[in-house]
């Protein structure tokens, strides 16, 4: 009786209002819309290793679902780089000796599930300056004797045409050229005129012939990866160094393997580009313009990109007089600044002569490059080559390497106009001091950063300035 009759005293008590009613369920709706809750299921984590140009490593736990982009995105922060929208993750199959930049868009955990167990196979975190570059100069990449449009299209196609036929569904553009193809379980290579269409990669059996009775299918993209060569002609015995293949995504063997093989560099990137194209197409441009998006004022195929208000609000000033003036002449401005930059270093050299006798100023002078990002050491033409390849064959890509046929010489290689070139720094003596040069004396340096920064900023004897280093990064 007792324990009823506080029951009842506590039913007679008058209940409180619930001051937010919105938030309780009802046995009839929902309040909370799922995408308010916390997900219960977390996403699955795994470990990678990513490696640098110099081969140090780094292991990431990231989710089974990341993008290349986003590893690439991770490792920025990580590093405190800074992000130009050039950074690529590589894959590299050390047992076949083939490469190739992955796309932002692909899954990493899907990459490495084509990989084979026994093989030691490698993701490299480093630059791909040509990676987009197509979408700015189209022209450049696609020469008028290797493209070919369709009989409704007028003869003069603008920038932006050649990219939206690219990227239409309707219309493609006809690529085509010779490519020496490696013929299947043997070890020739034979030279083909090739046709490249919307259907896949064609070659004729009849010399140029374009009828559909002389062309055969050679390949298709849909469920294959195109990789570069990284080894020339060591494993595969091709004609040049300019050679690329497609592998099936679940084939670990060579037989599968379908290998070509380019003359030149202009060619070899005009093939992997449209190939880039018709494999992806749209998404490619979903690519390009991620970084971009959110920027007021930039043109869908010319962007440029904004400067900061700091940078416009400064200006050039002379304060060799009297009174300091502004340097409103571009050219000036520019000459002043090289003057200074020169002057600069000579002051450098004097105080440390000044603590140092000058013949150890001198072997200074001859081994402080090789601490430099942009210096190779003792690799070969080859080497030289294929590391240009890798960060892409855009104006000003340039690297300085040990010349091999004169040990006391240098060589400056230089990407342009689709084209490696390379120049020999040539040691010069004068007075009992060293200086390098590349026109034959006529512009002297002290050491190579000095002649490597006056390049920077000149053109001089070169085609291009130079923009972009091949650096060997650690992470």
């Known amino acids: 009786n007792r324990r009823k009759k506080k029951d009842d005293n506590i039913l007679e008590i008058p209940s409180i209002p619930n001051p937010f009613p919105e938030l309780c369920c009802s046995p009839f709706t929902s309040v909370l819309s799922a995408s308010l809750l916390p997900k219960a299921t977390s996403r699955k984590k795994q470990v990678i290793k990513v490696y640098s140009e110099d081969d140090t490593s780094r292991a990431l736990e990231v989710p089974s679902d990341i993008t290349a982009r986003d590893v690439c995105q991770l490792l920025i922060l990580k590093n405190h780089y800074i992000d130009d929208h050039s950074w690529t993750l590589f894959e590299q199959l050390t047992h076949t000796g083939l490469g190739r930049a992955i796309e932002d868009h692909e899954l990493v955990m899907e990459v490495q599930s084509n990989w084979v167990m026994e093989e030691e196979n490698k993701l490299y975190f480093r630059k791909n300056y040509a990676k987009y570059e197509f979408f700015k100069n189209p022209l450049i990449f696609f020469p008028d004797h290797m493209i070919s449009f369709p009989s409704e299209t007028s003869a003069t196609v603008s920038h932006s045409g050649i990219l939206q036929m690219f990227l239409s569904s309707s219309t493609y553009p006809e690529i085509h050229g010779y490519l020496h193809a490696k013929e299947p379980g043997k070890k020739s290579w034979k ?44 494993i595969s015995g091709a004609p040049t160094n300019y050679g690329f293949c497609f592998k099936p995504n679940k084939s670990g063997g060579t037989r599968d393997l379908k290998q070509l093989c380019a003359d030149d560099e202009q060619s070899w990137t005009c093939w992997m580009t449209a190939i880039r194209l018709l494999k992806y197409g749209m998404q490619l441009y979903q690519n390009y313009m991620q970084p971009y998006q959110g920027r007021s004022g930039c043109s869908p195929l010319n ?168 650096a060997r990064i650690a992470l």
């Open 191 to 234: 030279k083909l005129y090739f046709l490249l269409r919307r259907s896949g990669l064609y070659f004729s059996t009849k010399g140029t012939s374009k009828e559909p009775r002389h062309l055969q299918f050679f390949c298709e993209f849909s469920n294959s990866d195109m990789y570069m060569s990284l080894t020339g002609k060591k």
């Open 303 to 470: 962007i440029t990109p904004m400067r900061s208000i700091s940078e416009n609000s400064l200006v050039a000033m002379d304060f060799s007089g009297h009174r300091s003036r502004i340097i409103d002449n571009p050219t000036e401005a520019l000459s002043v600044a090289v003057e200074e930059g020169l002057a600069w270093r000579r002051r450098g050299c004097l105080r440390l002569n000044s603590h140092g006798s000058p013949i150890a100023m001198s072997n200074m002078g001859m081994s402080i490059h090789r601490s430099q990002s942009w210096f190779h050491h003792k690799i070969s033409r080859e080497e030289a080559q294929r590391l240009i390849l890798q960060h892409g064959l855009v104006d000003g890509v340039f690297l300085v390497r040990d010349s091999q046929s004169n040990p006391k010489t240098f060589v400056l290689s230089l990407s342009y106009g689709l084209k490696i070139k390379h120049f020999q720094i040539v040691p010069l003596e004068d007075d009992g001091k060293l200086f390098y040069t590349l026109d034959d004396g006529h512009t002297r340096f002290t050491d190579l950063i000095q002649l490597v920064e006056f390049y920077q900023l000149n053109k001089g004897v070169l085609p291009c300035k130079l923009k972009h280093y091949c």
